[in-house]
C-alpha cells in the first residue's frame, strides 16, 4: 500500500507556473507507474500526465497538456512531481497524485488503486 500527499497548488495568473508535489509513502515507490489527474467543477475526472515506474523513462500527456506541463519523478525522495507552464484559466482544477502497480496507467481507463486528497490549483485571466 501507498499513501500520497499532493502539494504546491495555489492561484496563478494565465501565462503562469506552478510545479505540483507528490510525496509517497508506504511500498517501495519506484514499483509504481504514477500519474496526476485534474477535476473541475461539474466535468469528469481528466488524465493529465503519466511516468513509468522505476526510471520513469516512459512520459504520457492529455492533449490539452501536452507541451505545457512535465511529469517527472524522483525514487530517492519517493516524490513524483508536474511541472505546469503557460497555465490557462481552463487549467483550472483540483489536481490528484495516483499510482498502480497495473501495466493501464495511461489515459481515461487507467487503473489507479491510489489517489492523494488533491490540491486545487486556479487560474485567474
Known amino acids: 500500500q501507498v499513501q500520497l500527499v499532493e502539494s504546491g497548488g495555489g492561484l496563478v495568473q494565465a501565462g503562469g507556473s506552478l510545479r505540483l508535489s507528490c510525496a509517497a509513502s508506504?511500498?517501495?515507490?519506484?514499483?509504481?507507474?504514477m500519474g496526476w489527474f485534474r477535476q473541475a467543477p461539474g466535468k469528469d475526472r481528466e488524465f493529465v500526465a503519466a511516468i513509468s515506474r522505476n526510471g520513469g523513462s516512459r512520459l504520457y500527456y492529455g492533449d490539452s497538456v501536452k507541451g505545457r506541463f512535465t511529469i517527472s519523478r524522483d525514487n530517492d525522495k519517493n516524490t513524483v512531481s508536474l511541472q505546469m507552464n503557460s497555465l490557462k484559466p481552463e487549467d483550472t482544477a483540483v489536481y490528484y497524485c495516483a499510482a498502480t502497480l497495473s501495466s493501464v496507467y495511461v489515459g481515461p481507463g487507467s487503473r489507479y488503486n491510489y489517489w492523494g486528497q488533491g490540491t486545487q490549483v486556479t487560474v485567474s485571466s
Open positions: 508506504g511500498r517501495t515507490f519506484s514499483d509504481y507507474n
